[in-house]
């Protein structure tokens, strides 16, 4: 595969016009948002099973987007596209509303303190990543780390917006390589899925 032409065909700009999704698929579907797609992995599996939603999936890491433009090729999958950057960036792209679920999946914990600021959800970026959720879709997040959890449990739970809370793990959900990891040091799964209120 060739990454210049993979990801001319198969990428989309972190930054840019606002993005339309039936532009992008060539349908009407119910959109997925990936954050932090890793190493594609899980990501390609979803996007095999689920051939009616379409999905984008974002991450900074190279190695993994360009797994996942391997996997776009050879797969012939027509319902995923990436992102090579910076989702917070990309999200700026998006109009309110515009997907059905955003997934996050062993996003970075930044456990220390004075370190947690860095968190995908801390700083307002809730607010921005819920932005772009329809009302009645779902915000679907799992992690390794207890804490981080219970931490976006509080910060969800303070939202008047969402309902949900922790589930158990998700059967459809593919095993992603941080669940591997967290699994393989002994830590349990936490899996939360909240729902954006209708108005
Ligand atoms: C701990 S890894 C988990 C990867 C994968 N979901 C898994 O479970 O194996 C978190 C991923 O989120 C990505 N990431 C963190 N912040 C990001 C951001 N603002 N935009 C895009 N990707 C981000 C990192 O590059 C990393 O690949």
């Not at 095999?48 to 984008?56: M, S, T, V, W, Y």
């Not at 969402?162 to 390589?177: F, Q, S």
Request: hydrophobic share 40%; aromatic share 6%.
């Amino acid at each position: 595969m060739i990454w210049d032409e993979a990801i001319d065909r198969w990428g989309l700009d972190e930054q840019g016009p606002l993005l339309d999704p039936v532009a992008v698929f060539g349908r009407e579907s119910e959109l997925v948002i990936e954050i932090g797609s890793g190493d594609g992995r899980a990501t390609g599996e979803m996007a095999q099973a689920e051939p009616g939603r379409d999905l984008i999936a974002i991450d900074v890491h190279t190695p993994g987007i360009a797994r996942l433009l391997e996997v776009i090729e050879v797969e012939h999958l027509s319902n995923l596209r990436v992102v090579h950057g910076d989702a917070m960036s990309f999200l700026g792209r998006c109009p309110d509303g515009i997907c059905a679920r955003v997934r996050v999946f062993f996003p970075d914990p930044w456990p220390k303190r004075k370190q947690q600021h860095r968190r995908l959800f801390a700083g307002g970026r809730l607010d921005e990543i819920l932005r772009v959720i329809a009302p009645g879709g779902t915000l679907h997040v799992a992690t390794d780390i207890a804490e981080y959890a219970t931490w976006l449990e509080r910060l969800c739970g303070a939202r008047p917006d969402l309902v949900g809370g922790r589930i158990p793990r998700d059967p459809a959900r593919p095993l992603t390589k941080f669940e591997e990891n967290g699994r393989a040091a002994g830590r349990d799964i936490h899996e939360m899925l909240y729902g954006l209120r209708k108005a």
